[in-house]
């Protein structure tokens, strides 16, 4: 499986999906994951946190390193992941977060709307 490697501005599924749409992702076991990890890199420093606290033991920590040269989670079994968060919320460095789908859905859904009517107003808030 891949794993993210690389430090990024903006977080992407950690699975190594590069799909926008959650609706069409599914797992190896064919069944579509009930939430989405996503990892910054750039911010981990290695504690295995995240990996302890997952009720789906969902992350291992990997061989992937990050630019401080710390190793970072992966998720492993990202097909059992729930989007719980439980992995957020016991990072000290804001470095990783679960969502579930359906919200997933719901966030993406308002920022389109966001953008549109920012462009219906000529870009202005
Ligand atoms: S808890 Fe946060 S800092 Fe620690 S390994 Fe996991 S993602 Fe990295
Ligand atoms: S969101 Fe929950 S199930 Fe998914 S990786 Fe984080 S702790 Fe594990």
Redesign the pocket.
């Known amino acids: 499986m891949k794993q993210t490697t690389s430090a990024s501005r903006e977080p992407s599924p950690a699975d190594g999906s590069e799909s926008d749409d959650p609706q069409t992702e599914t797992t190896e076991k064919g069944s579509r994951p009930k939430?989405?990890?996503f990892i910054r890199a750039e911010r981990c420093k290695g504690c295995s946190f995240?990996v302890t606290?997952?009720?789906?033991?969902?992350?291992e920590m990997g061989t992937a390193i990050n630019e401080k040269g710390y190793h970072l989670p992966a998720?492993v079994r990202a097909e059992?992941?729930?989007?719980?968060?439980?992995?957020?919320v016991f990072c000290p460095d804001f470095a990783?977060?679960?969502?579930r789908e359906a919200d997933l859905v719901k966030v993406r859904a308002g920022s389109r709307r966001s953008a549109k009517s920012s462009c219906d107003n000529g870009g202005k808030p």
Do not use: H, S
Not at 53 to 59: E, G, I, R, W
Not at 80 to 88: E, I, Q, S
Not at 96 to 99: Q, W
């Open positions: 939430g989405l990890v995240c606290f997952c009720p789906k033991n969902v992350l998720p059992d992941c729930t989007g719980c968060n439980n992995c957020g990783i977060f679960g969502i």
